[in-house]
């Protein structure tokens, strides 16, 4: 993409976003807003409990970079994989009941109106189960408490760092980084271009791999951006 479109498309995707009226501009009034919210404070909260019951532990070594490789490398597959087959579910028939999770409600709630932010955080109620099933993961397949504590910890570290990403997309708050221009850029193509494509918010290469990372100028904008119907890409 040369610079000129790529001007124009930063353009576009701000235009976009006119309607997030009186959000934060900046990261010191975008920071107390964040940790306004439920989920933001919960994951803090976990993550001092993990990286301090990590240090009491001890028994630090090189082995522990193996739980750091692997969630780099499983994260954005994660990330793809959530927000294809969980926050884009479809409302389902069954026995003449419809079945619609609160999850993938709540999402497509997001999508209806980006700039509310109060939809664009995960759902309290899914920590319920969420924490419980990445801790016995992380037990499972670590051969020590040391290094499933060293996982656990780097895991909330990304789940925190995923909604503060998040947060900061749906404000004013421009990036002045390249890479968080990129993700900035990513998911209001998401949004705003065509919901069949860019799923990554803070690991791009799960769009790479699953080929949802096409140019942008391969892409019709599609009319069900913002009510994720049934629209085929």
Same mark, same amino acid.
């Given at each position: 993409?040369?610079?000129?479109?790529?001007?124009?498309? @930063?353009?576009?995707?701000?235009?976009?976003?006119?309607?997030?009226?009186?959000?934060?501009?900046?990261?010191?009034?975008?920071?107390?807003?964040?940790?306004?919210? #439920?989920? =933001?404070?919960?994951?803090?909260?976990?993550?001092?409990?993990?990286?301090?019951?990590?240090?009491? @532990?001890?028994?630090?070594?090189?082995?522990?970079?193996?739980?750091?490789?692997? !969630?780099?490398?499983?994260?954005?597959?994660?990330?793809?994989?959530?927000?294809?087959?969980?926050? $884009?579910?479809?409302?389902?028939? !069954?026995? #003449?009941?419809?079945?619609?999770?609160?999850?993938?409600?709540?999402?497509?709630?997001?999508?209806?109106?980006?700039?509310?932010?109060?939809?664009?955080?995960?759902?309290?109620?899914?920590?319920?189960?969420?924490?419980?099933?990445?801790?016995?993961?992380?037990?499972?397949?670590? =051969?020590?408490?040391? /290094?499933?504590?060293?996982? !656990?910890?780097?895991?909330?570290?990304?789940?925190?760092?995923?909604?503060?990403?998040?947060? /900061?997309?749906?404000?004013? @708050?421009? =990036?002045?980084?390249?890479?968080?221009? &990129?993700?900035?850029?990513?998911?209001?193509?998401?949004?705003?271009?065509?919901? $069949?494509?860019?799923?990554?918010?803070?690991?791009?290469?799960?769009?790479?791999?699953?080929?949802?990372?096409?140019?942008?100028?391969?892409?019709?904008?599609? =009319?069900?951006? &913002?009510?994720?119907?049934?629209?085929?890409?």
């Amino acid at each position: 993409m040369s610079a000129g479109a790529a001007a124009s498309e @930063v353009a576009r995707l701000r235009a976009e976003g006119d309607g997030i009226g009186a959000s934060p501009r900046t990261i010191a009034e975008a920071l107390p807003v964040f940790l306004g919210h #439920g989920s =933001p404070r919960l994951l803090l909260a976990c993550l001092a409990i993990a990286l301090t019951a990590r240090v009491a @532990v001890g028994d630090f070594s090189l082995r522990d970079v193996l739980p750091l490789v692997g !969630i780099a490398l499983y994260w954005p597959v994660q990330e793809w994989l959530i927000h294809v087959f969980i926050l $884009h579910a479809k409302p389902k028939r !069954i026995f #003449g009941r419809t079945i619609d999770f609160r999850v993938p409600r709540k999402h497509r709630a997001h999508h209806r109106e980006p700039w509310r932010l109060e939809l664009l955080f995960i759902p309290m109620h899914s920590f319920a189960y969420s924490i419980p099933i990445m801790l016995a993961l992380w037990w499972l397949v670590t =051969p020590t408490p040391a /290094l499933a504590l060293t996982g !656990i910890t780097a895991h909330l570290a990304l789940a925190l760092h995923y909604e503060w990403v998040h947060f /900061l997309v749906h404000t004013r @708050v421009q =990036p002045r980084t390249a890479y968080y221009q &990129r993700l900035w850029k990513n998911h209001r193509r998401h949004h705003f271009k065509n919901e $069949h494509y860019w799923f990554g918010v803070t690991m791009l290469g799960g769009d790479r791999l699953l080929r949802t990372a096409p140019e942008l100028a391969s892409v019709p904008t599609s =009319p069900t951006a &913002r009510t994720l119907e049934s629209a085929q890409p």
